[in-house]
């Protein structure tokens, strides 16, 4: 038999010992999958005005865009997916020894106002917010999207920089260097072709890690050879291994640059390590190959933005592969912030030592 009053009153509570005081958790403690959806938490700041008052050293924006798809849709659906990909609040990097939030300012501005089968529109208004993300000093981080969203986003930052140079290190499965896909010349297998068409890219500065299967044909490589084009096939990696190639990269893309950009299609690790990608290519990296590639990047020049493309959470199986670009952003962030530390973020001098300590197993 209940022992209450009747009725609710001020003593259920009291009853229930509900009218004690209780600590109470800002929102950027409360656990990974409580509270408003942003990426690590970060503060969500819109408002260009704002952006250029605080002057962020980062800033995360989603391009939720697939219209450029030739396979498996989905891709439009990613930054979400990857903003709510993490079950830790922690941001202390074990690999780096650093928590890059205590060193840099890093904000989430949301996504880029997408209108869904108009490709035009959303190349044009990426372009334009990109500039405007910009003009605040920030490094963008781009949440994709399909990878026709690189060319408006490299060529806003490689405009902004003008005259200085940008370099690209392009990781996927496929060159994306084609003229056309079945006559379009605007979708997720183009964008490379058209950065260096336009001079966005100088052709010897991009260089590419990670091709593997039967696309594209001989006669695009011809093309991407008379450009200059340098790239490390996955049987370069099975025979060398990341670290070497990577650092070939490096040193590749710095000949030609002060600053690099990097292009993540999450199609250059393996399918079994993620299976969430709208063109899948079996054989290729491990996914922690690809973090350790990034925070050898990042820790060896500064960064002119990154992205992380053809996440397709329809086609993903338990988050691995949102998983897997949440890190891949904060194994970015946390390079940077190493270079921040020890006053090399504007050096474009590779810390050979730095290298090494992410070189072990």
Known sequence: MSHLPEGPGPDLARAHGWDRPVPRLPE???PAYAGELTWCKRPRITATSELVRRRPDVVVVGVPFDDGVSHRPGARLGP??????TSTNGDYSLALDIEPFRILDVVDVGDVDIIPAWPG??????????RDFLDSGAVPMVLGGDHSITWPVVSAIAAHAWP????????????DTADDEQGVRTGHGTPMRRLIESGAIAGPALVQIGLRGYWPPPAVFDWMRAQGMR???MTEIEARGIDAVVDDAITEAL????RIYVSVDIDVVDPGMAPGTGTPEPGGLLARELLRAIR???????????????VSPPWDHAEVTAMLAHRCVLEAVSGMAVRRREGHDRSTTIDRSALAGVSAP
């Open 121 to 130: 529109r959303s190349h044009a208004v990426t372009y334009q917010r990109m």
């Open 231 to 233: 790239w490390h096939p």
């Open 28 to 30: 950027d403690e409360l």
């Open 164 to 175: 200085a140079r940008v370099a690209m290190i392009h990781f996927d499965a496929h060159a």
């Open 255 to 258: 000949q030609h640059a002060d």
């Open 296 to 310: 050898r990047i990042a820790l060896a020049a500064p960064l002119a933005g990154l992205d992380v493309m053809e």
């Open 80 to 85: 979400r997916a990857i903003r709510g990909a």
